[in-house]
T-cell receptor, first 112, second 117 residues
Framework: LAKTTQPISMDSYEGQEVNITCSHNNIATNDYITWYQQFPSQGPRFIIQGYKTKVTNEVASLFIPADRKSSTLSLPRVSLSDTAVYYCLVGDRGTGGFKTIFGAGTRLFVKA | NAGVMQNPRHLVRRRGQEARLRCSPMKGHSHVYWYRQLPEEGLKFMVYLQKENIIDESGMPKERFSAEFPKEGPSILRIQQVVRGDSAAYFC???????????????FGPGTRLTVL
């Protein structure tokens, strides 16, 4: 089973760039890397997904090295509203199943 | 296009009662996933369904829990004879046909918070 490892928590200040790195040593060839954001009392929300190299959208960038054993979510110029839990996921088909594994996530706290 | 809808948002049950949680996926989505989340923890996968079929229920307890996604109507997560340990937030997600599981973007509902007294 593909497993991810992320820092438990991170602190930052408004206006800074935040980089959250996720390790996924057992990633499979067909797996994509996906990041979700979750605010308290809400369901997770998709942020970005990638397979290799770099992906950028209006809210974040995702950097994936050639070996794909890790990935880094980059949030430019964070604001207080970016305080949330960020989850890194990789595709998992298990033994014929389609289990989606959310780890404990990284709690980002943005301070003024 | 309405998002994923879950009801009720809050549900209180006494030990031994049944809890029924409903999830209406986004329009055009045929994949539904159920997750459980305890306070301060990540989401735990329970079950993955397509219309009228359970594809993967490896994360769901074999006793007291069941799920369905009928041809018509919402997906239902049913918990029989609830116990205090079932108290949690239950999230439903849906995705488009195509790639399954973590390879496909999942859209989450607001969750149902179950409290067992």
């Amino acid at each position: 089973l593909a497993k991810t490892t992320q820092p438990i928590s991170m602190d930052s200040y408004e206006g800074q760039e935040v980089n959250i790195t996720c390790s996924h040593n057992n990633i499979a060839t067909n797996d994509y890397i996906t990041w979700y954001q979750q605010f308290p009392s809400q369901g997770p929300r998709f942020i970005i997904q990638g397979y290799k190299t770099k992906v950028t959208n209006e809210v974040a960038s995702l950097f994936i090295p050639a070996d794909r054993k890790s990935s880094t979510l980059s949030l430019p110029r964070v604001s207080l509203s970016d305080t949330a839990v960020y989850y890194c996921l990789v595709g998992d088909r298990g033994t014929g199943g389609f289990k989606t594994i959310f780890g404990a996530g990284t709690r980002l706290f943005v301070k003024a | 296009n309405a998002g994923v809808m879950q009801n009720p948002r809050h549900l209180v049950r006494r030990r031994g009662q049944e809890a029924r949680l409903r999830c209406s996926p986004m329009k055009g989505h045929s994949h539904v996933y159920w997750y459980r989340q305890l306070p301060e923890e990540g989401l735990k996968f329970m079950v993955y369904l397509q219309k009228e079929n359970i594809i993967d229920e490896s994360g769901m307890p074999k006793e007291r829990f069941s799920a369905e996604f009928p041809k018509e109507g919402p997906s239902i997560l049913r918990i029989q004879q609830v116990v205090r340990g079932d108290s949690a937030a239950y999230f439903c997600a849906s995705s488009r046909p195509g790639l399954a599981g973590a390879n496909n973007e999942q859209f989450f509902g607001p969750g149902t918070r179950l409290t067992v007294l």
